[in-house]
């Protein structure tokens, strides 16, 4: 069964805020060291609260749970794209970016970036998303590399 994909809720704020943080501890943890691993792992939930409700954010849902979320920004940026470790390779992701790609679509815009993880940029590859260069994001007292990754908006 493919994921149901509805609009994120204020409800659903412990919900991603575990998602994100078993994503990044048992599935980022792959490709970042423990002490980067442990600067990425922290969620002020006021911000957070803020931030998921100020851009549209889409929930994926399995089995009626939250298994992955991402978000939109205004100017094309998708800042957060995380899907469950219990839940990967199952489309879930693929989904969620459908409904970004569409949402992108509607509000004309041309074109979608990301800042991809090392983990995530065989997933936005497989989705025609271009690296534009690698680059080095201080974070808390560590250095993480990632990669600048873009895609035209394709026109309705
Ligand atoms: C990247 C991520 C979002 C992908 O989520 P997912 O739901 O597992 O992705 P999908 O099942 O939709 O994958 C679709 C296709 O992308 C490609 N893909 C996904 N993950 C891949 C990986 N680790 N290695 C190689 N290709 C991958 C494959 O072609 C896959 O199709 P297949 O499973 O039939 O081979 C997920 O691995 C994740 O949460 N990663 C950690 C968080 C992260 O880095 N987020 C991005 C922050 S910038």
Known sequence: MPPVIRRYEAADLDAV??????????????????????????????????RRLDRPT??????????????????GHIDMLFVDPACQRRGVASALLDTVELAAR????????????????PFFEKHAFQVVRSQVMALR????????????????
Not at 58 to 75: E, P
Not at 141 to 156: C, E, I, S, W
């Open 17 to 50: 805020v575990g998602v994100f943080l078993r994503s990044v501890r048992e599935v980022v943890s792959r490709d970042y060291d423990a002490a980067q691993i442990a600067a990425w792992a922290q969620v002020d939930r006021d911000a957070w609260s803020r």
């Open 58 to 75: 889409w929930v994926a849902l399995i089995d009626g749970v939250i298994a992955g979320f991402g978000d939109l920004q205004s100017d």
């Open 106 to 121: 509607v509000q004309r815009l041309a074109v979608l970036d990301t800042d991809a993880s090392i983990t995530a940029r």
């Open 141 to 156: 007292g560590q250095h993480l590399t990632n990669f600048r990754m873009k895609k035209p908006v394709r026109a309705v």
